[in-house]
């Protein structure tokens, strides 16, 4: 274990390197039976990974701050780290057999990623970066007629549909099956969809309890999403993560990540924000 041992600056070891590849972070204890199961897998699979990923191991005795800001109940408890940010976390000693699924689902290999890049979603996202819209409406919508399930095809309407509709993303990316490796960004989608209901006065059984000034901000960066002002949603959104993270249970943290995801990796505010973001909570 020491072979991985989280030598002293987290923000560089973990956060810096998950931005050039995926970081498992695995909280564990010398006094942990099942740590002692779970980190001899989590080895032999990184080695099996020659590289596409990389394991840092952190002693939760030692390290009880960074404990504390990830909100760690139990041990052993696995992060996900890609770009900065936290993606996927679990609890316990997982047997092989699921852990290599669950990496599978974060991490798919090569060829599975390149599975995913058929002709017509390739063409509908040039089409959406280069502005035309109806083009990759149009192309999305012939793949999505012919194969109703395809993510990939899924996802890039979602985003397409995003910035016109958030109810109409939120169904779209809904219908992202669920085996698929993506669908869990279909919930991002579905977070600022509700958001969106809240603030209108469509879901009364949301209650959200705070400082006025807090709730004004939290409104404010959800009416500027829905107009389109993505940077200043991120920017109110940030500024309450670091002076409440009690407001709608964490909420702007929430919404904040899920707008980075519902943007891509493309959108030069992922990037800046990922970072701002990481910044904020470590």
Request: glycine share 6%.
């Amino acid at each position: 274990m020491q072979e991985f041992e989280l030598r002293s600056d987290f923000a560089r070891e973990v956060l810096d390197e998950s931005e050039r590849v995926p970081v498992l972070v695995d909280f564990w204890a010398p006094w942990c039976g099942p740590c002692r199961i779970l980190s001899p897998i989590l080895e032999k699979l990184v080695r099996e990974a020659a590289g596409a990923w990389k394991l840092v191991t952190v002693n939760a005795d030692e390290n009880t701050d960074l404990s504390e800001v990830l909100r760690i109940q139990s041990i052993p408890t696995v992060f996900l780290f890609s770009h900065g940010q936290p993606i996927a976390t679990f609890s316990g000693a997982l047997p092989e057999k699921d852990l290599r699924e669950w990496l599978r689902r974060y991490i798919p290999a090569p060829a599975e990623k390149a599975g995913v890049e058929e002709a017509g979603v390739n063409e509908a996202s040039l089409a959406f970066r280069a502005g035309r819209v109806d083009d990759a409406k149009r192309l999305l919508a012939k793949v999505i007629e012919t194969d109703p399930k395809d993510a990939a095809a899924r996802l890039l309407l979602a985003r397409v549909l995003f910035a016109l509709d958030i109810e109409k993303a939120a169904e779209t990316a809904s219908g992202i099956p669920e085996e698929a490796e993506n669908r869990d960004v279909a919930e991002h989608f579905l977070r600022l969809r509700d958001l969106v209901r809240w603030d209108r006065g469509k879901d009364a059984g949301r209650v959200v309890k705070g400082p006025e000034e807090d709730i004004a901000l939290y409104r404010e960066g959800i009416r500027g999403m829905r107009e389109g002002d993505y940077g200043g949603a991120l920017e109110k959104w940030l500024t309450l993560v670091e002076r409440n993270r009690e407001l709608d249970d964490d909420g702007s943290r929430k919404a904040l990540v899920a707008l980075l995801v519902v943007l891509g990796e493309e959108n030069p505010l992922t990037r800046d924000y990922r970072r701002r973001l990481a910044s904020a909570l470590f």
